[in-house]
């Protein structure tokens, strides 16, 4: 069965730093398309950062390009990708999921409905 856990959440100051863990079981995540996705109460599912399957291409949103990097290290920690998030602000509070993309490719604009095995989320407030 594929899952997704995510971890790493939690509360940080403005400006701070949180790097979040997208751990896969029951597939093989270098041969994936990973994507991170956001979702704040209120608001849609939003797209953040994308890594290819085939040669680890990273693709991001404007929203976060240049204070977010994703990355996977396939020789150390295969079935792991990375959230690395810079310079935290108060509108990226939200609840912070990973998920397979479906064709093994990273198309911008990010959309959920072409991701699927989603894991649970997890938290991340920034405060001012």
């Known amino acids: 069965q594929v899952a997704l856990v995510e971890s790493g959440g939690g509360l940080v100051q403005v400006g701070g730093s949180l790097r979040l863990s997208c751990t896969a079981s029951?597939?093989?995540?270098?041969?994936?398309?990973i994507g991170w996705f956001r979702q704040a109460p209120g608001k849609n599912r939003e797209g953040l950062a994308c890594?290819?399957?085939?040669?680890?291409?990273?693709?991001?949103e404007d929203s976060v390009k240049g204070r977010f990097t994703i990355s996977r290290d396939n020789t150390n920690a295969p079935n792991t990708v990375y959230l690395q998030m810079n310079l935290l602000r108060p509108d990226d509070t939200a609840v912070y999921y990973c998920a397979v993309e479906r064709l093994a490719l990273c198309v911008l604009p990010l959309m959920p409905a072409d991701f699927g095995s989603w894991g649970q989320g997890t938290q991340v407030t920034v405060s001012s």
């Open positions: 890594i290819s399957s085939h040669d680890s291409s990273t693709y991001y």
């Open positions: 029951g597939f093989t995540l270098p041969y994936a398309a």
